[in-house]
Nanobody, 128 residues
Framework: QIHLVESGGGLVQSGGSLRLSCEASGHALDYHSVGWFRQIPGKEYEGVSCISASGGNTNYADSVKGRFTISRDNAKNAIYLEMSSLKPEDTGLYYC?????????????????????WGQGTQVTVSS
């Protein structure tokens, strides 16, 4: 089993930046695609960004493309999401997630939420 814990959320002014982190325990993430999802109040649950097991391929939602960057450090068993140019509409609960690479592509992971493991979420609030 893989346990995921997010951190780095908080309150930031519109236009500001935040860096979210997700640390995994219980099992290495080497053979897993990982990603970030968010639940924005009043909006559809969204796959924000996903990255392949090797880190060679990434996927971004249109709403965050050009503003967010996903990365991973397999040596640290961690996932990161660099967020810049934040907007009030980015406010929500952000979750990291993982799926065994043989089960789903990063595209289907992000678009269809084909995920095996979820974190508890970290709150991101962007003020106007």
């Amino acid at each position: 089993q893989i346990h995921l814990v997010e951190s780095g959320g908080g309150l930031v002014q519109s236009g500001g930046s935040l860096r979210l982190s997700c640390e995994a325990s219980g099992h290495a993430l080497d053979y897993h695609s990982v990603g970030w999802f968010r639940q924005i109040p009043g909006k559809e649950y969204e796959g924000v960004s996903c990255i392949s097991a090797s880190g060679g391929n990434t996927n971004y939602a249109d709403s965050v493309k050009g503003r967010f960057t996903i990365s991973r450090d397999n040596a640290k068993n961690a996932i990161y999401l660099e967020m810049s140019s934040l907007k009030p509409e980015d406010t929500g609960l952000y979750y990291c997630a993982a799926v065994y690479l043989k089960i789903a592509t990063i595209q289907s992971m992000c678009s269809k939420r084909e995920v095996n493991y979820w974190g508890q979420g970290t709150q991101v609030t962007v003020s106007s």
